[in-house]
């Protein structure tokens, strides 16, 4: 079994930056697929970020690509989710999720078997 927690959101201005933090226990990261989703009110899940268990290979959604990072600390067993220009539609509760060792289909909320409980973010424009 494997146990997420997010943490780092909160209240920042159009073009902050934010670094959400995934700490994950029960197994370690280096063996996972780690994502990064969000859900705005009103609004579907949708794809954030996610790096595969092999290699160095990341993956992100359009509307964030090149402003967001995924990055992983095997010493830590941790996941990070590094935002910067933030703009007013990031704003959503973000999940950390993982799965084990899949390799494919990260973009895809099922594919993912153990979710986190969510960290809010605010971007105010």
């Given amino acids: 079994q494997v146990q997420l927690v997010e943490s780092g959101g909160g209240l920042v201005q159009a ?4 670094r959400l933090s995934c700490a ?3 197994r370690t990261v280096i063996t996972l697929d780690m994502g990064w ?3 705005a009110p009103g609004k579907e899940r949708e794809f954030v970020a996610a790096r595969g268990w092999y290699g160095p290979s990341t993956f992100y959604a359009d509307s964030v690509k090149g402003r967001f990072t995924i990055s992983r600390d095997n010493a ?4 990070y989710l590094e935002m910067n220009r933030l703009k ?4 959503a509760v973000y999940y950390c999720a993982a799965t ?3 390799g494919a289909g990260l973009s895809r909320s ?7 409980q969510g960290t809010q973010v ?3 424009s």
């Fill in 100 to 102: 084990g060792g899949r």
């Fill in 24 to 26: 994950a226990s029960g």
């Fill in 15 to 18: 073009g902050g930056s934010l």
């Fill in 76 to 79: 830590k067993n941790m996941v």
């Fill in 37 to 39: 989703f969000r859900q």
């Fill in 110 to 116: 099922t594919t993912y078997n153990y979710w986190g």
């Fill in 88 to 91: 007013p539609e990031d704003t």
């Fill in 122 to 124: 605010t971007v105010s």
